[in-house]
């Protein structure tokens, strides 16, 4: 079980930022596509946005895009980060790290391999 470590939830007001980080030890997943689902209650897990090894691409979901950017660090540890802007209320979800052989087009949850435990963020005035 790979490690995927989350962090940074938390409860903020609409509009407000939050920046979401995940580390793993492990250097294998230094090659491999990092990225961002989230689940709300009652909802399945959805895709947020994914990054290449590389850095060099990105994806994001409509619902996001304009709003939250994704990167990374490859090193002694591999970290991604999740910004987030303008936060609104529908953001409201528990947000996973996740780690896959794939390519950042792999929206459908079961085609990555590794995840973190979650992190709650919760957007409310």
């Known amino acids: 079980q790979e490690q995927l470590a989350e962090s940074g939830g938390g409860l903020v007001q609409p509009g407000e930022s939050l920046r979401l980080s995940c580390v793993t030890p492990?250097?294998?997943?230094?090659?491999?596509?990092m990225g961002w689902f989230r689940q709300a209650p009652g909802k399945e897990r959805e895709f947020v946005a994914a990054?290449?090894?590389?850095?060099?691409?990105?994806?994001y979901a409509d619902s996001v895009k304009g709003r939250f950017t994704i990167s990374r660090r490859n090193g002694a540890n591999t970290e991604i980060y999740l910004q987030m802007e303008n936060l609104k209320s529908e953001d409201t979800a528990v947000y996973y790290c996740?780690?896959?052989?794939?390519?950042?087009?792999?929206?459908?949850?079961?085609?990555?391999?590794?995840w973190g435990q979650g992190t709650q963020v919760t957007v409310a005035s």
């Open positions: 492990d250097r294998r997943l230094s090659t491999y596509v």
């Open positions: 996740a780690s896959g052989t794939g390519n950042i087009w792999m929206t459908q949850s079961d085609r990555w391999e590794y």
């Open positions: 990054i290449s090894w590389s850095m060099m691409s990105t994806n």
